[in-house]
């Protein structure tokens, strides 16, 4: 069983940075591709980022790129999302994700364990 738990979401100014972490509970963390995705109110989850276990390359979502900076430490089993220049449109709960699927752009069908969620607020 595999538990991911997420922090460090809140509420920001539009321009401001948050970083997210998640911690997981899984002795094989580094052989699992991570990864994050969000859920705004009425939408859909879609993908945010993603590092991969083998590679440690790394995609992101185009509207976040630039912006948006995920790397994890398998040693500690951890995975952090650096969000800069936030924008209203980030608002969202964000999810940890793991995967044993290696993918170029990941959906939800593909993703073997999910964290609860953090809420990330950016105010305009």
């Known amino acids: 069983q595999v538990q991911l738990v997420e922090s460090g979401g809140g509420l920001v100014q539009a321009g401001g940075s948050l970083r997210l972490s998640c911690a997981a509970s899984?002795?094989?963390?580094?052989?699992?591709?991570m990864g994050w995705f969000r859920q705004a109110p009425g939408k859909e989850r879609e993908f945010v980022a993603a590092?991969?276990?083998?590679?440690?390359?790394?995609r992101y979502t185009s509207s976040v790129k630039g912006r948006f900076t995920i790397s994890r430490d398998n040693a500690k089993n951890t995975l952090s999302l650096q969000m800069n220049n936030l924008k209203p449109e980030d608002t969202a709960v964000y999810y940890c994700?793991?995967?044993?699927?290696?993918?170029?752009?990941?959906?939800?069908?593909?993703?073997?364990?999910w964290g609860q969620g953090t809420q990330v607020t950016v105010s305009s």
């Open positions: 994700a793991a995967s044993a699927k290696g993918r170029d752009y990941y959906v939800p069908d593909d993703i073997d364990y």
């Open positions: 899984v002795r094989t963390f580094s052989r699992y591709n």
């Open positions: 590092v991969y276990w083998l590679s440690g390359n790394t």
